[in-house]
């Protein structure tokens, strides 16, 4: 199922690889005069006024397929009313579906996403796109969590939602990553990453999205390029990014976006019985 799930996506050619190389510092993580444990800290607040479920996989042609299930919590001792709108993974300029509701105190509102109607499917019968919630009462607080589920291989992985709220000082979107990957030894499913743009247009898929380093566990630089893609919001398995010659089982990728801000999770599958989320980690200091 997970591989009917990744879509193809496009990897620049080896003069980008090698112009990068050249300047593989071109992000430097950290510089020589920001010493470690500075004053920064990276954003981990979970609780805003809009959250962003960054990708939703439902397959529409099998019930015991993947599916994605959210729930949103209302923060606060008074009811607040929510907007939650459903995006098309390549298609940002409008929802395919907008709901309002209103949260009573404390109150949990889950929903399955197989169970939304209006929802497009690609022509491989997967609904993929992303989920913006948003509380519309003035001063409300909410905070979720979200699960991709593929009932007929026993695997499923869980997230928080992140935290989009633009007034946020807290929220999760930044322009650089850092993040492991595991594809060896019992993780011989491997990692796929989870990657959303903050963007009202489709990407230009001739340019990159991102540039990335990927690293060894010595810290070796393995590679280093950009990135392209037609959405959004997608899925892109490790393997796919340890391109040429040079490869690494285990390892840690950072990301930089091109020109905006998103963010990047991923899911460690091992032995095609257990998955694992794992969130990167936000380099924006």
């Not at 300047?23 to 430097?28: G, N, R, V």
Request: aromatic share 10%; with cysteine; net charge negative.
């Amino acid at each position: 199922m997970e591989d009917r799930v990744l879509k193809t996506r496009t990897l620049l050619p080896l003069g980008w690889i090698m112009a990068l190389v050249v300047a593989a510092i071109w992000a430097p993580w950290r510089s020589a005069e920001q010493p470690l444990g500075g004053p920064a800290t990276p954003k981990t607040d979970a609780a805003g006024a809009r959250l962003l479920l960054p990708l939703y996989l439902v397959d529409t042609t099998d019930p015991a397929g993947v599916t994605t299930l959210f729930a949103v919590r209302n923060q606060l001792d008074v009811p607040v009313e929510i907007e939650v709108r459903y995006f098309q993974a390549n298609a940002p300029q409008a929802p395919q579906r907008t709901d309002v509701s209103t949260l009573a105190a404390k109150a949990v509102a889950p929903v399955n996403i197989r169970s939304v109607s209006g929802l497009s499917a690609d022509a491989d019968g997967i609904a993929r796109g992303y989920v913006v919630v948003e509380a519309l009462t003035e001063g409300g607080v909410i905070q979720g969590d979200y699960f991709r589920v593929t009932s007929n291989e026993d695997f499923a992985s869980g997230f928080r939602m992140l935290n989009a709220d633009p007034a946020s000082s807290h929220n999760d979107l930044c322009g650089l990553f850092s993040i492991r990957f595991l594809n060896g030894g019992g993780f011989d499913s491997g990692t796929r990453f989870i990657v959303w743009l903050e963007a009202d247009q489709v990407p230009d898929p001739a340019n990159p999205v991102f540039f990335y380093s990927v690293y060894d566990e010595s810290g070796g630089l393995v590679l280093a390029t950009g990135f392209a893609a037609d959405e959004v919001a997608f899925e892109v398995a490790a393997e796919d990014l340890l391109v040429g010659p040079l490869q690494a089982d285990f390892g840690a990728v950072e990301i930089q976006f091109v020109d905006t801000v998103g963010h990047v999770s991923a899911i460690l599958s091992a032995d095609d019985r257990y998955s694992v989320g794992l969130e990167a980690f936000c380099g924006d200091f």
